[in-house]
């Protein structure tokens, strides 16, 4: 398969590149800083661009057959790239007719918290305001896109590794006190094996360890 994967440098990212190299598929990381992909494949091709720049996501987007945007905010930074960044990618998958979008997002989006205490979503609203907040927007422009798309929201991650267990779902229970974890390893594998199925296209799904 042909995937793009946006936001490749993260932590997210670079587990979503490296394991579907593994897997045989035809890899093109979007990156704004090359230096800091260390991956060296045949099956890999990397390009330098920013989604703020429209102009610049059409290549890394043009021929493919699905989108992984693991697009994060950078520390103290307040360009908008996770919520105008997904706009403009959005748009580059409407110009190259690319349909499948799979997106990583956060837990404290949308409903994912609203079985969550009193303490817990002042939290949110309060020390993740800014960063939520894009994600909401981000989530907004995906469920209006058009497209086949799949939100994941993980809990706390950790850079354990893989599992291989975990569960999902649209309203799955806890405090944020007491947050289980996963690994970025499972979430790109959770990820992946999406390719080869529709199931849970349209939906907005947390995920976290057993």
């Known amino acids: 398969m042909q995937l793009a994967v946006i936001g490749a440098t ?30 060296k494949h045949i099956n890999l091709t990397v390009l330098t661009g920013n989604v703020l720049e429209p102009d610049t996501l059409l290549p890394a987007v043009r021929r493919q057959d699905a989108v992984i945007c693991a697009v994060g905010s950078r520390p103290g930074k307040t360009d908008h790239a996770v919520s105008e960044g997904t706009k403009n990618l959005i748009a580059a998958m409407h110009e190259t007719g690319v ?12 409903e994912s918290f609203a079985d969550a205490s009193l303490s817990s979503k002042l939290f949110i609203k309060t ?53 289980p974890q996963i690994s970025r ?12 199925s529709n199931h849970y296209v349209g939906q907005a799904l947390t995920i976290t360890d057993k």
């Open 10 to 39: 993260g932590g997210t990212g670079l587990q979503v590149v490296g394991q579907a190299l593994e897997r045989g598929h035809f890899v093109t990381a979007f990156v704004r800083d090359p230096a800091k992909l260390k991956l």
């Open 99 to 110: 349909r499948r979008l799979l997106l990583v997002s956060s837990l404290g989006v949308g």
């Open 127 to 179: 020390v993740l305001s800014g960063p939520i907040a894009e994600k909401e927007i981000q989530e907004e422009a995906v469920r209006n896109s058009g497209l086949d798309w799949l939100i994941v929201r993980p809990t706390r991650l950790n850079n354990d590794s893989p599992k291989g267990s975990y569960k999902v779902g649209e309203h799955l229970k806890f405090s944020l006190f007491a947050m």
């Open 185 to 196: 390893a499972d979430v790109a594998a959770f990820l992946l094996d999406q390719l080869d």
